[in-house]
């Protein structure tokens, strides 16, 4: 591994890998924040006295502010050195996630979640440029899937673990968000002592206001919008609905406890899986073929998800787990292919968040009402509609080798 822009110092392989250490560890913290709520569906709703309608605005919640941020947080990314980067983006998540543990109304909950979501968008423009700024591009697609494996890991801790905390050792939910306070300032720290503070993304001062050029040549490129809105559609099915998928799983008869223990192998599946099919990408010198097996693959098993029994539910762990779970690392690793400068990634990045959380705010609201009113069979036909849209979208992407 080494550095890959020309103008900006060159690191030694031992401070590479510490450097890259540093982003698995906030990674990983970020993954307790991201999935928190996973495991407590059921105890906010019933603490707070709600419905899965409302539990929708929670659900998308984090992603309101990065529509609004996201695109000049990527130009920021830019401008900052990653320590001060970092250290907003962190600190402002922390204190989001503080406001939820101390949250006595739903309101305020839905507030502190917010300010999570602007915290922890900035910090992943960091850790995700950084990834591509540090690795050499022939292993891109291997190093964006381990990131991007990192920080689905915790999704089996407090799917698991969270769960069993809760039903069976009676901790409450806002004791475990106070939690997750502590372990961010901890990675906070970590960072801060293996990342160079005079390190920036790209190697350049670009000032924070994007020139003319810059914001057309990034806004013009099609094959961004592609995997945007395509990234977009795989999160819905993957992560907006993950959300619900415990529950939906105690609707076929599957006791809370074990239907967490169940979901959480996909994930672990998924992680293999994200591997896997990273070096397979490298080695094949293609993302965008596994991408579209992945959307078509993916549309299949949801569907199959609906028919299946509850005694059977273990065909639906299996086949998610595995090639619909390499979509996000193919999207990660394709910045690099999109940008027409290095300068770019963080802009190529922050307009595809953008267009994921504007999808995940209008649909993941929408998801709770069409589960409320329709049920969970018809909410996942349409899930799996969108990855067939997704699989399209991948095809037109053609620049994307």
Request: with cysteine; net charge positive; aromatic share 10%.
């Amino acid at each position: 591994m080494s550095t890959t822009v020309d103008d900006k110092p060159q690191y030694s392989k031992l401070r590479v890998g510490l450097m890259l250490g540093a982003v698995i560890m906030l990674l990983l913290v970020k993954g307790f924040g991201n999935f928190k709520f996973l495991p407590m569906q059921t105890a906010i709703m019933d603490f707070y006295n709600i419905q899965e309608s409302a539990y929708g605005y929670l659900n998308t919640a984090s992603h309101w502010v990065t529509v609004l941020c996201m695109v000049p947080f990527g130009f920021l990314v830019r401008k900052f050195r990653c320590n001060v980067s970092i250290i907003l983006g962190i600190g402002v998540a922390a204190f989001g996630i503080f406001l939820q543990s101390i949250a006595g109304s739903f309101i305020m909950l839905i507030i502190g979640r917010v300010i999570e979501g602007a915290g922890t968008g900035f910090a992943n423009l960091v850790t995700g440029a950084l990834t591509l700024t540090l690795v050499d591009k022939k292993h891109v697609s291997f190093w964006s899937c381990v990131m991007i494996m990192v920080g689905v890991l915790p999704q089996i801790v407090m799917a698991k673990g969270g769960t069993a905390l809760m039903v069976n050792s009676g901790i409450h939910f806002q004791t475990l968000f106070k939690i997750i306070v502590i372990i961010y300032l901890c990675a906070l720290a970590l960072w801060l002592i293996l990342v160079p503070f005079s390190l920036k993304i790209t190697g350049i001062g670009s000032a924070a206001k994007p020139t003319r050029e810059q914001t057309i040549r990034v806004i013009k490129n099609k094959n961004n919008w592609y995997v945007s809105i395509a990234n977009m559609l795989f999160g819905l099915a993957a992560t907006t609905f993950a959300s619900y998928i415990i529950r939906y799983l105690t609707t076929k008869g599957i006791e809370q406890t074990r239907a967490a223990t169940i979901y959480s192998y996909t994930t672990i599946l998924g992680l293999i899986s994200m591997l896997i099919f990273g070096w397979l990408s490298d080695k094949l010198h293609t993302k965008r073929k596994i991408a579209i097996m992945s959307f078509f693959s993916g549309a299949g098993i949801l569907v199959l998800l609906t028919l299946l029994p509850s005694s059977l539910i273990w065909i639906y762990i299996a086949l998610w787990g595995t090639l619909p779970r390499s979509i996000a690392g193919m999207a990660g690793s394709s910045a690099a292919d999109i940008a027409e400068l290095p300068a770019d990634i963080p802009i190529v990045n922050s307009i595809k968040t953008t267009i994921s959380n504007v999808g995940s705010i209008i649909f993941g609201i929408l998801i709770g009402y069409e589960i409320q009113y329709f049920g969970y069979n018809v909410t996942i036909i349409l899930l799996a509609c969108g990855m067939v849209i997704g699989g399209i979208l991948w095809i037109l992407a053609k620049k994307i080798p």
